[in-house]
């Protein structure tokens, strides 16, 4: 992730009404609090704990390390695809073990596309749900490579 866009430690301190002008103060309501609900999952050894967003991208994101080497990193994006719709992405990306250093795996990839605001709404929530599963689920490397299907 670049330092060279605009970061903030809340999503109250994000410009959602800027980047998503659709949204209603109600959804904008919605998706400030299921990013507190991330920001809540976060250990207290995932220090960086920023929200970055893409000023002309239409674009959000964050991710919590899970475990204190930074080997399981939940993720959360919301962004246009392909056709200039949003949609919501997680995954959780976890560090190599592999002989050969491939940076990282991805286990429970999901892209939920979107038509509007509330449906953008409706998305994160989801994609938060999923995340605050994953955090329950393990924390250790381990288990999320074997989901990821490597050794
Ligand atoms: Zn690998």
């Known amino acids: 992730m670049s330092d060279q866009y605009p970061g ?9 009404a800027e980047l998503f002008p659709e949204l209603t103060p109600d959804e904008r309501r919605r998706i400030t609090a299921a990013a507190d609900a991330v ?26 390390f899970l475990d204190p080497n930074r080997d399981v990193e939940l993720q959360i994006e919301v962004g246009p695809v392909a056709d200039g719709r949003l949609a919501c992405h997680t ?16 286990a429970d990839p999901v892209s939920t596309v979107v038509g ?36």
Not at 39 to 62: C, M
Not at 93 to 101: L, T
Request: glycine share 10%; aromatic share 6%.
């Open 39 to 64: 920001d809540a999952l976060r250990p207290a050894t995932d220090v960086r704990r920023i929200w970055q967003w893409f000023p002309a991208g239409r674009s959000f994101l964050t991710e919590v």
């Open 116 to 151: 509007d605001g509330r449906s953008l709404a409706d998305a994160f929530e989801q994609g938060v749900a999923r995340l605050r599963a994953a955090a329950a689920a393990s924390a250790d490397p381990g288990h999320w490579r074997c989901r990821a299907g490597v050794a």
């Open 91 to 106: 995954q959780v990306q976890v560090g190599c073990a592999c002989e050969r250093d491939h940076g990282g795996h991805v």
């Open 8 to 16: 903030a430690h809340r999503m109250a301190d994000v410009p959602l």
